[in-house]
């Protein structure tokens, strides 16, 4: 068997070596509590601090707008509900997309079913929603916006200064996820008032994020308990995972360029192997779209076979979003872009990281022709016929 090979990095990538070797004395011998006087503690204080330092500065924001989290769920949860109970009065509309992460879409779901009134809106064939379709959906009572940076499913990025834009003229609060962008690509994080990123999609730990909360925002905190991370946010600091976070921050800010350039030709690749694969359709916008995510559908062929069947042949991929795989609905992004209910089924997302080479490239496109012959073979409706 050769050796495996790793293309499921919008689901999870791994640690850095630079990332883990900085977040190991956090376990063994810097183990304070951050909020312990002792020196332990100190100590501990001093790593969430500058670690938090060190992500503001590469976002572009104060350290006091960052706020650690579990990771983007909550960071994205906090985003929308914390927005909401803070306002003075039950009631009032949100604007969401119907192609948002669950974290999201289910927060909002349920301030729809708790007083509030949202609006989902469409996105195009490529997944891009349009800044006039915010523009038309907004009310007087409107107070939040969230709308994606970059699409974890079919890597389509979306207009987010131009939809930061036409918040700030109207006062609204403008969130955005930006779980599969942070640290690839440039942020307008200026049109932002809220912005939600994860450690463990750019090399670093798992359980780690923050929620940038620009000064003056109205949030309501979560998490209710010590007072931590200045009453927004509550429950003793993940001190490694929070360096892990900042080492990661700091490796893709040396490495971003030459990265982003090398996952941009990997994509180019992929795009056109799989066009040259008869009954493939790409999923996501051909250019406007993250560096690292390709998203396909193959004709007369279920997604999980495929993941499966390219498992056996040692690389890893995936269908749909990690979250939802199990269920064996068609993923809420590629029914909201319009795939045909048949394509829908067999879509296959191919996401690259720091770590891949071209060799793995080559080995996919390679293989993927000869699975999805053999699939095809053995379904009983013939593609083409
Ligand atoms: C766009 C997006 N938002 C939010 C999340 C949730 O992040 P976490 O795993 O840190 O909770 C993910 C991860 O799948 C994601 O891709």
Redesign the pocket.
Known sequence: MPERIYLDN??TTPVASEVFDAMRPYFDSAYGNASSLHAFGREARRAVEESRAGIAEFLGVLPEEVVFTS????A?NLAVLGTAYARDRRGGHVVSSAIE?H?VLHSVDWLASHGFEATLLDVDETGRIDPDQVRAALRKDTFLVSI?AGS?EIGTLEPIAEIGALCRERGIVFHT?A??GFGKIDLPVESVDLL?A?A??LHGPKGV?FLFVRRKTRLSPLMLGGGHERGRRSGTENVPGIVGFAAATRLAATERDQVTTRLRAFRAKLLEGVAAIPGTRLNGHPTESLPHIANFSFAGIEGESLVMRLDEEGIATSTG???SSPDLEPSHVLVAIGVPLSMAHGSLRISTGRQTTPTDIDRLLDVLPRVVKDLRDLSPFKVGE
């Open positions: 919008s689901a990771g983007a769920t909550e994205d992460h974290a994606m974890n996820d779980v599969q939600s994860s463990h999609k994020g979003s990690a979250c």
